[in-house]
């Protein structure tokens, strides 16, 4: 995995076009799936962002499952992850510019802690 700066994240996305973002979003599956062997393919999470906002639910369930796989990755580290995660984390993770940003402070956590 690597370290990303949060604030960075909806820069990019503005700069890019919104395309910044899908990179984002298919790069730390694929991070998360290669650095802790976690059952994610990340091409197809990219396509229930992308594609899948026609039949409403796939983006909201990329989402969450995302957020199951920072707080495994959390565990599998040792780092105890936030009380707030789950209620306030899944409304940032709603939003297009706040969700990478707490995502991806959440994931510095836990890449900060190698083993």
């Known amino acids: ?3 990303r700066r949060p604030y960075l994240i909806p820069l990019w996305t503005v700069l890019t ?7 984002w979003h ?8 290669d650095e802790f062997t976690m059952p994610v393919g990340p091409f197809l999470t990219l396509l229930a962002v992308t594609i899948g906002w026609i ?3 796939p983006p909201f369930l990329a ?3 995302l957020r199951g796989r920072i707080e495994d990755a959390q565990r599998r ?3 105890e992850p936030p009380l707030v995660f789950k ?6 993770f709603l939003t297009l510019f706040f969700g990478p940003v707490y995502a ?9 802690r190698r083993r």
Do not use: D, H, S
């Not at 076009?17 to 990179?23: E, P, Q, R, S």
């Not at 298919?26 to 799936?33: C, F, G, I």
């Open 55 to 57: 039949l409403v639910f």
């Open 87 to 92: 209620p306030v984390g899944m409304l940032f």
């Open 63 to 65: 989402w969450w499952r």
């Open 104 to 112: 991806q402070a959440e994931l510095n956590r836990a890449w900060r």
């Open 1 to 3: 995995m690597k370290y």
């Open 26 to 33: 298919w790069k730390v599956n694929r991070e998360l799936r």
């Open 17 to 23: 076009a919104g395309i910044y973002w899908f990179y």
């Open 77 to 79: 580290r040792a780092v």
